[in-house]
């Protein structure tokens, strides 16, 4: 048989995909096409199945015969689709390994017993699990939950997980109740057979202290076991004392239950009570096998049980836990927790400071002021402790005054300064006590802090709190050796309603050197729009070049403006645009073409261009290409193009209220009325109106018998999408002078439906002048 042809469009490559997704792995040509795969594919490319099993065989591939195809029903389509990421899609081969969740599924949306579903599916030529191993009664809804682990189908060749069945047996609700918990268990494990799928034997026969066992810790969710995670040595060592078993009669159990990854190495022979205290370091956090913070965790137990850390480590060693040889404190307090805790001066996480780092002079410092001890103190401690690079801070009592100083939020709290006192924490604390950069600078130094960045050359001589808040980013502070950003004098000018210029002669007379330089003389209420994203105030910065077109559309959009003043100012700005503002640009963006308010919105149409290109002397084509560099949605002219003769009264037609100006009628929403509006203003006959409107793209329906004159009469009536009634036509009568019988008349020339009734044929009595 020759090699089926290759593909020749997307829709051959659609259905000859084994997925159909229209990209490889093909279909087989030495395998026959399944019925399964002309039915998914026929509703995939919206086809007749015959059609595509036609195509099929056109392209040499073995396909199922018409009889096969002519027994398919609504159901076996309902059996095919398979709901995936909450899009529809179609069972394929990669579908395999869930077949039997599919098969309840589809069982539930058609009442059908899964077995005969499962023969079904077999026969329309997809693999499909034995009809015997599924039930022949249509499952219950809680089923499809029962049969899916983390949000995923149950696979149907691997022993269902042993914690999804404690999970669907809500274990951990009733754990307080051993037996009770076993016959949830047992019970979901009896309702996973009876559908089909694979319970290991070592489950089956679980009981009550193995539910113990691998329920995780009592009364913690926190430590609940999971097969993909590694076992915590301190788990089997906590359960083995519990359970009075060896640890590694634990580990032998839980590797039968399916845990592979086990604490490596030999486990102790026993567990003592006392030993729990022992690896449990805080709520939730237990001493790992290999922990980078044991000493912190001796230090930690040290002082809630008294015991010696040396003591603490040799029980800890024993029961197998990796605790390197070093020299330790004879004894520890809990004033030694909070002196090795560096979250103070290291970050507002739990951080332990290693004995082997320098430690941060604000640490010292905030500890000292917390122990309510002089510094010299704390230092001696630590190096007691087995610090040995404590930094030499000269002894004083740390007061409130101080701690505000070494506080980076400058209120005394935590974080503090850890050894660099940056330049911009300098200026807020000089603004703050009203003392110069300089008197701030050395009061630092006399804390013991030898880092202090200040500029080169002279410092003001005074600051106050808008020079600290020019220092201030959403990170920290500014760089003295960095380039000042110009979105932060730009964010800063807006908040303060001042120029960029005049915010970056400031930075420059605070020290900062690289400042960008050029920036407009006046403030501009839009700036920080025209720099953030979409234009959204405290969406991301846009960079510094490249922006494009589009952008500068979007915030011309937001702040009401025209796109043109928004390129010249983020040009101003030292923003690098994608295109060239030009002069005429004005113009072409404003609605009059008179480069004023009100703008264009969001794209052009053929009224605003045909004004446009009279008020320019430039052709349709060029003001339509210049509003798609402007970021304008492309706007498609008529494929007749309006004669130059025409362009005055074409722009007349094209505008809402016939005047020549904007606003412009909409695709679609040009009417009769307004063909006799512009009937009127442009002296013609609706039907040359018509006429014209339909070359410039814009279809109304015309009556042959149709006059200017109806206008009045049109407009006296509710609008072309309200429902009007005789009330209304005897109403538009009188307001036009015209008998109803005559205003019936010329209605139904217009083609309105009119109720057939003997209408008066006098005209109203003049009313009284309004």
Not at 191 to 201: A, F, H, I, K, S
Request: proline share 10%; aromatic share 4%; net charge negative.
């Amino acid at each position: 048989m020759p090699h089926p042809a290759l593909p020749r469009d997307d829709h051959d490559r659609l259905i000859t995909s084994r997925l159909l997704d229209a990209e490889a792995p093909w279909l087989d040509p030495d395998e026959p096409v399944t019925p399964g795969h002309v039915l998914c594919a026929a509703q995939k490319s919206d086809s007749d199945p015959a059609a595509v099993r036609s195509r099929l065989a056109e392209l040499g591939y073995r396909v199922p015969s018409p009889e096969q195809l002519a027994t398919a029903t609504e159901d076996d389509l309902q059996l095919l689709k398979l709901m995936r990421y909450r899009s529809e899609s179609w069972l394929g081969p990669e579908d395999s390994v869930f077949l039997r969740h599919h098969l309840l599924r589809a069982a539930d949306d058609l009442k059908r017993p899964p077995a005969e579903l499962a023969a079904r599916l077999a026969g329309l030529g997809l693999p499909s699990p034995p009809p015997e191993s599924l039930p022949g009664w249509v499952p219950e809804y809680g089923d499809l939950t029962l049969t899916r682990y983390e949000d995923r189908p149950l696979p149907d060749d691997v022993p269902v997980p042993v914690h999804h069945i404690l999970q669907e047996a809500g274990y951990w609700e009733v754990e307080d109740d051993p037996q009770r918990a076993l016959r949830e268990v047992v019970s979901v494990c009896e309702r996973l057979v009876e559908l089909g799928y694979r319970v290991d034997p070592v489950v089956l026969a679980m009981d009550a202290e193995d539910l113990t066992l691998l329920g995780g810790n009592p009364g913690d969710e926190h430590y609940r076991l999971h097969l993909d995670r590694p076992v915590p040595l301190p788990y089997v060592l906590r359960l083995a004392q519990g359970l009075d078993r060896t640890p590694d009669d634990i580990a032998a159990r839980l590797h039968a239950f399916g845990h592979r990854l086990l604490p490596e190495g030999p486990l102790p022979r026993s567990v003592e009570p006392g030993d729990l205290d022992l690896f449990e370091r805080g709520w939730r956090t237990l001493l790992a096998r290999n922990d980078p913070d044991w000493f912190a965790h001796l230090v930690v137990v040290g002082a809630r049980t008294g015991r010696a850390p040396a003591d603490i480590a040799d029980r800890l060693r024993s029961l197998g836990f990796t605790i390197p040889e070093a020299e330790l404190p004879a004894g520890v307090s809990s004033d030694d927790v909070g002196l090795i805790d560096g979250r103070p001066a290291v970050s507002g996480e739990t951080v332990w400071l290693p004995r082997t780092e320098p430690v941060p002079v604000g640490h010292v410092l905030f500890s000292a002021h917390a122990r309510g001890t002089g510094t010299a103190a704390v230092v001696t401690r630590m190096r007691e402790l087995g610090y040995t690079r404590v930094p030499d801070v000269p002894d004083r009592n740390v007061t409130d005054d101080d701690l505000r100083l070494i506080s980076t939020a400058g209120d005394g709290s935590a974080p503090v300064l850890a050894d660099t006192v940056p330049y911009g924490r300098v200026v807020g604390a000089a603004a703050v006590s009203g003392a110069g950069p300089e008197e701030t600078a050395a009061r630092y130094r006399g804390l013991g802090y030898t880092d202090v960045v200040l500029p080169d050359g002279p410092l003001p001589a005074s600051v106050d709190g808008r020079d600290a808040l020019l220092t201030v980013t959403g990170t920290g502070w500014l760089a003295l050796d960095e380039a000042v950003p110009v979105p932060h004098v730009v964010a800063r000018a807006h908040a303060e309603g001042a120029a960029p210029a005049e915010v970056a002669r400031r930075l420059r007379t605070l020290g900062y050197r690289d400042v960008p330089s050029g920036l407009p003389e006046t403030p501009h209420p839009g700036d920080l729009a025209m720099i953030s994203r979409d234009g959204r105030r405290g969406a991301p910065y846009v960079p510094l070049t490249g922006v494009t077109a589009g952008h500068v559309r979007c915030v011309a959009d937001v702040l009401e403006g025209s796109a043109h003043d928004v390129a010249l100012r983020m040009l101003d700005l030292g923003y690098a645009l994608e295109f060239t503002p030009h002069p005429d640009d004005a113009v072409v963006v404003s609605l009059n073409a008179d480069g004023r308010a009100p703008w264009l919105g969001r794209g052009g149409n053929l009224g605003h261009v045909l004004l446009v290109a009279k008020a320019l002397g430039r052709t349709p084509e060029e003001v339509v290409a210049r509003l798609a560099e402007l970021g304008y949605e492309k706007y498609g002219l008529p494929g007749t193009a309006a004669g130059d003769e025409d362009t005055d009264d074409d722009i007349v037609l094209l505008s809402e209220n016939a005047d020549g100006r904007g606003p412009w009628i909409r695709q679609w929403s040009a009417d009769l009325g307004h063909v006799l509006r512009a009937a009127r203003a442009t002296g013609r006959t609706p039907q040359e109106v018509g006429a014209r409107m339909a070359l410039l793209g814009h279809h109304v329906h015309v009556p042959s018998q149709a006059l200017a004159s109806d206008l009045d009469l049109v407009e006296a009536l509710p609008g072309p999408h309200r429902p009007w009634g005789t009330g209304d036509l005897l109403a538009a009568a009188s307001r036009t002078g015209r008998s109803p019988a005559d205003a019936a008349a010329r209605l139904r020339v217009l083609g309105k439906e009119v109720a057939d009734l003997d209408y008066p044929t006098r005209r109203p009595a003049p009313g009284p002048a309004r």
